[in-house]
């Protein structure tokens, strides 16, 4: 791969977008047409001031798409009524079924509405990547393919340094676990070191693709590190994040991390409470491994999906989306979240 490469796929539904960087996925950007525009990064609104929780310092807004409303975090000697329509920018969009987070630009009047939608994912990727064409087609489908396994992925390892990297989400924190394999005949501190710096590199790498915020807690190699050497290296590998802040390294070896939260987490939007694809999910795998076969043999004159009765009800208007060459039928015998492309016959 090169140093930069962008991929855009767009398709009815969903467009996806994927930067890679030196042959590491970086960022994962998607989109959906069942998104509610209101709730988008950067969009902009009128809303109402629905309700005031002075305990949480903050107001939920209605945005005019109902609930969940959007949450405006309030100073602490911020007054604000009930009622009173503002005009807001949302700064991170919904996570855990909660709505957006909000940031006060003045005041307002009318009905709650859109006013400006956040920007969608060509005008995203040539803000990450300026100046880099984005590749489509069959290039850009199987590099978002590939992103999302890597994004659903909890461990890299790296046998040239050792590296055994973990990476988990839990309610309260996301846990980094940074790990070596020491092999014979290797330098076993400066081993140690690289993995660390390499683990540092990948723990930051992982957690802009999965679009993970909050506390991070990193357990590094060794103890009795060189705190200065360290931070160097934590800061190095957020250096994209100007807004990360970074807490002292523990005698126990451990690192403490803040990110904002922006991106709905891929995992939210994939996976349901028990950790399956979602319906939604499923059913655009199903028009992605259509399209993906449509554009890989242009040649045969019509393809056909085979999945479960419940994905093909809602996959029918994409795949007719598709054009003429594109064909759908429901199949009882098809597992859910499987799919069989087939030449018509």
Do not use: Y
Not at 96 to 123: F, I, Q
Not at 141 to 168: F, W
Not at 268 to 284: I, N, P, Q, S, Y
Not at 302 to 322: D, N, T, Y
Request: with cysteine; net charge neutral; aromatic share 4%.
């Amino acid at each position: 791969m090169a140093a930069v490469e962008v991929f855009l796929d767009e398709m009815p539904g969903e467009t996806r977008g994927v930067i890679a960087r030196n042959g590491r996925f970086h960022h994962l950007i998607i989109q959906r047409d069942s998104d509610r525009p209101s709730d988008r990064l950067g969009a902009r609104c009128v809303g109402r001031l629905a309700r005031v929780e002075p305990a949480l310092r903050g107001a939920f807004v209605d945005l005019g798409a109902g609930e969940p409303f959007g949450f405006l975090p309030l100073g602490v000697n911020e007054k604000v009524g009930e009622g009173s329509k503002i005009e807001v920018e949302v700064t991170a969009e919904p996570r855990e079924r909660k709505g957006p987070v909000l940031r006060r630009l003045g005041e307002a009047s009318g009905e709650p509405r859109l006013l400006t939608a956040g920007p969608d994912v060509a005008a995203i990727l040539s803000i990450l990547a300026p100046g880099v064409a984005p590749q489509t087609g069959v290039a850009a489908i199987r590099a978002t393919l590939e992103a999302e396994e890597d994004a659903l992925a909890a461990c890299v390892v790296e046998p040239s340094c050792g590296l055994d990297l973990m990476i988990q989400r839990t309610r309260a924190l996301i846990a980094v676990d940074i790990d070596h394999a020491p092999a014979p005949g290797r330098d076993s501190r400066k081993s140690r070191e690289t993995a660390n710096r390499e683990g540092l590199t990948h723990a930051a790498r992982l957690l802009t693709l999965k679009g993970w915020g909050g506390l991070v807690v990193i357990d590094l190699i060794g103890a009795g590190l060189h705190g200065d050497t360290i931070m160097k290296g934590v800061r190095a590998a957020f250096a994209s994040e100007p807004q990360a802040a970074f807490g002292p390294l523990s005698r126990f070896g451990l690192m403490q991390v803040s990110l904002p939260w922006r991106r709905t987490p891929l995992d939210e939007r994939w996976l349901d409470g028990a950790g399956r694809l979602t319906l939604e999910t499923r059913v655009l795998a199903v028009v992605r491994q259509l399209r993906l076969a449509l554009l890989c043999d242009p040649a045969t004159p019509r393809f056909i999906a085979r999945c479960q009765p419940e994905e093909a009800g809602l996959a029918a208007p994409l795949v007719l989306a598709l054009g003429p060459r594109a064909g759908l039928v429901a199949d009882p015998s098809v597992a859910a979240g499987a799919v069989r492309i087939e030449e018509a016959r």
